[in-house]
């Protein structure tokens, strides 16, 4: 926030202002962002075998919402986002935890991080 | 008063009998179960012994006397009780159900005394003997229902008593079934009246009713008309009139003191009993009473032309009762109740003891039931040979015993009565003749002429003191029974009718009433006599004819039967009734079982339709379970496309 000589913190201290020209990145370029983001998360979700690669499609998911939940919450002006953000943060957290946890335990037990061979459920 | 207080006694008594005997009648306990059953029948007949001295002494006003001992329905206004009522109708039929129902009990404890459930002979016979003096005693229409069903019940237990035989248990159901087409009837009746009359089947309620309606001619099909058949419906069944009576020659698979019992004595008269119980309702219907006589006479006929030629000694006497039962329809339908009643008695007497006796002489022989293979037992079995002609004299009217005043109650009556006619009466004659001429032939084929078996390897032998005791009782009674008749001899009146007349009398009004308006009336003493003998001619002949044919020239069995092929056969086979009604009836009510209710249906519709959901689930549960393949990025991808799906379900909800 470095040019904000406002006291309030409002949503708008990202525009430039006293002697430069004003520009705003189009929130819909931050949707799109998002979208791809979102998508090449689902990807590699759905079609990687490294079960790490699978928590960081995961993780990226994540994060693409992140993006437009704070690109919303600056259009509107609303800290409303941002805050959720923080939420989202926390338990994408917790999940890594607790899916790493599980992940070193497939490791150790299936010898190999290959998705494919956790089938012992398969009937 | 202490009876007249407690008249549940007298059934309660059976009715334990009955669970005694069922409880405790194990395969040694025969003394035991003799004692309770004889002796709780035996404690009913004292009862109602005691019963008749209070009853004595009751003014007019107080009979009927009624008691209530447990509500039962109690419903929107519609009111049935377990409610016993006492009049002179009820202690006649008393009399007969417990003094010839604890005779026959004495009988079986010879006869039976050495079959298999031999306790649970005598549990049903108890308990038959209950149902029966609730249907006697009942106040009220339901409950004599109650009682009717029971008796029906019992009929069925007993007939099917050897089970492991095809043609009694077939018998058991036979007699229960046809016994429901007439209940089909008479619940009709009892909806009828509940309808119009409303809130009561009590005796003196539904009569008071009556009482104010108008009286309907011959052709006019009422109210009245139409509860008096559907009544008569359910007598026709009970008590085995055309066309429901072929149950009860099939009936005799039975063990003879049923037979003796029920189809003879009691159950069977139940139906007589519920008409005459009933008279007012149709003394109020000149055409149910006509239908009543007409099929009286017509079953009477009919029956007696069977039994000319049946061989088996149970059937002859089986159709000799349908016939017999035939006459006390026939009183009845003419108005003359209390005669009805009478020969209800009397009939009760020999009939009972010509199945007892028949019984014995099947014991004598060990087993032997077909006449044809009898002969010249008179010698042999002297005691079973004498009473059994005492009842055979009584049933064909011989002068002065039981049989000759109630049967010539009944021709006369329906001679004269206004509700008679001299078809009518011709036809009862006619059967008179029948009767004593197939009585006689059943008479001279079993204890005269010449053995027709084999006197070596059978060993006749005489009944114990057990089975003859009875005989000789019933005997005695065939005799005397109807002596408080005879002053009609003299002039003087027959004390039975007058016993019965506080009864009768509403109905015998209108028959008055009836007669005066045809001018019928007065003395018809002359009558009377005059008919008595054209009575005992016509028995004479009949006796004759059997002499003539079975003693002195027997081969004129033999020619005759030749000579008249077509009939004999005909008659031999019982006019075929049994074969067309299993055309007619039971194989297309079997069809409609087998094929559609049952096939198509029951299997196809039913079971099909069950069968295909429970296919269906199966395969979509198959083709879920390929979920699970244990490939954990196919769950990947399906929770993707979940994701999808509900994310454009929620975008498509919130654009509409």
């Known amino acids: 926030m470095t040019g904000c000589r406002r ?93 790493l946890a599980i992940v070193i335990l497939i490791a150790r037990n299936r010898e190999s991080l290959n998705v494919e061979r956790v089938d012992l459920l398969k009937l | 008063m202490a009876v007249l207080e407690n008249l549940w006694l007298i059934p309660a008594l059976p009715l334990a009998g009955s669970v005694l005997c069922a409880a405790l009648g194990r395969k040694h306990a025969t003394r035991l179960v003799n ?179 108008p009286v309907e001619g011959l052709g006019q099909v009422g109210l009245l008309t139409a509860v008096g058949l559907l009544l008569f419906m359910g007598a026709t069944g009970k008590s085995a009139q055309v066309p429901l009576y072929v149950w009860l020659p099939d009936a005799m698979e039975g063990p003879t003191p049923v037979s003796a019992l029920i189809h ?41 032309t069977i039994g000319l030629v049946q061989t088996d000694i149970k059937r002859v006497l089986a159709y000799s009762t349908v016939s017999q039962l035939g006459y006390m329809f026939l009183a009845c339908g003419v108005g003359a109740y209390a005669v009805g009643i009478f020969h209800l008695m009397t009939h009760a007497f020999f009939k009972a003891l010509l199945f007892l006796a028949a019984g014995s002489v099947i014991h004598a022989l060990g087993g032997e039931q077909n006449i044809e293979r009898m002969g010249g037992l008179r010698k042999h079995i002297p005691w079973t040979f004498g009473t059994m002609l005492i009842a055979t004299l009584a049933i064909a009217g011989a002068p002065g015993l039981s049989g000759f005043f109630s049967k010539d109650a009944i021709l006369f009556q329906s001679f004269i009565s206004p509700y008679g006619s001299k078809v009518l009466y011709a036809m009862a004659l006619l059967t008179a003749l029948l009767t004593a001429f197939y009585m006689f032939r059943l008479i001279l084929l079993t204890f005269f002429g010449a053995p027709r078996f084999d006197e070596h390897h059978v060993h006749v032998h005489e009944s114990p003191w057990s089975m003859l005791g009875p005989l000789v009782a019933l005997a005695v009674l065939s005799v005397a029974g109807g002596w408080m008749a005879a002053p009609v001899l003299w002039h003087g009146s027959d004390h ?105 249906i029951d299997v196809r519709t039913v079971d099909g339709g069950v069968n295909h959901l429970a296919d269906a689930a199966r395969t979509f549960g198959g083709r879920l379970r390929r979920l699970h393949s244990g490939n954990t990025r196919s769950y990947a991808a399906w929770v993707v496309a979940g994701a999808v799906a509900f994310t454009a379900l929620l975008v498509w909800l919130t654009r509409v």
Not at chain 1, 12 to 41: H, K, N
Not at chain 2, 76 to 103: C, I, P, S, Y
């Open chain 1, 7 to 99: 006291r309030t913190l409002t949503a708008d201290c990202g525009t430039l202002t006293a002697g430069r020209e004003q520009m705003t990145v189009p929130v819909s370029w931050y949707v799109v962002l998002s979208a791809i983001l979102f998508g090449l998360g689902v990807v590699g979700f759905l079609f990687k075998r490294n079960i790490i690669t699978i928590f960081m499609s995961i993780e990226l998911m994540l994060n693409a919402v992140n993006l437009a939940l704070v690109a919303f919450s600056r259009m509107h002006g609303l800290l409303h986002g941002q805050v959720f953000v923080f939420f989202v943060i926390v338990v994408a957290a917790a999940e890594a935890a607790v899916g």
């Open chain 2, 35 to 213: 004692i309770i059953a004889v002796g709780c029948t035996g404690l009913a007949f004292l009862a109602t012994l005691e019963l008749i001295r209070e009853f004595a002494r009751l003014r007019p006003d107080q009979i009927p006397h009624l008691r209530s001992y447990l509500p039962w329905i109690d419903a929107g206004g519609f009111r049935a009780d377990f409610a016993f009522q006492v009049d002179q109708l009820t202690v006649v039929m008393l009399l007969v159900v417990t003094g010839v129902g604890w005779l026959i009990h004495i009988y079986s404890t010879g006869y039976m005394k050495h079959e298999e459930g031999y306790g649970r002979f005598f549990a049903y016979l108890n308990l038959f003997m209950f149902f029966m003096l609730i249907l006697v005693m009942a106040s009220n229409y339901l409950l004599m229902f109650v009682g009717w069903e029971g008796v029906g019940l019992c009929s069925y237990l007993l007939i099917g008593f050897y089970y492991a035989k095809k043609p009694a248990s077939d018998a058991g159901k036979k007699a229960f079934i046809v016994n429901r087409v007439g209940d089909f009837g008479f619940l009709l009746a009892l909806f009828l009246i509940f309808w119009n009359f409303g809130s009561t089947l009590d005796y003196q309620d539904v009569f008071a009713w009556v009482q104010t309606r």
């Open chain 2, 264 to 304: 003879a004595a009691t159950m069977v008269t139940a139906g007589v009993y519920m008409v005459a119980r009933s008279s007012i309702i149709f003394a109020h219907s000149e055409t149910a009473l006509l239908v009543v006589a007409v099929v009286g006479a017509v079953t009477a006929l009919f029956a007696a």
């Open chain 2, 496 to 600: 039975f009718e007058e016993y019965l007349a506080p009864v009768f009398a509403r109905a015998e009004t209108l028959r008055e009433a009836r007669a005066a308006g045809h001018g019928a009336a007065g003395d018809h003493y002359q009558l009377e006599l005059m008919l008595m003998g054209v009575a005992i001619a016509v028995s004479l002949a009949g006796f004759a004819a059997a002499w003539q044919m079975y003693s002195r020239r027997p081969e004129t069995a033999e020619r005759l039967a030749a000579q008249f092929r077509p009939a004999h056969t005909l008659l031999r086979n019982k006019w075929y009734v049994d074969e067309i009604y299993d055309t007619v009836i039971v194989k297309p009510v079997h069809w409609l079982s087998a094929q559609v209710l049952w096939q198509r």
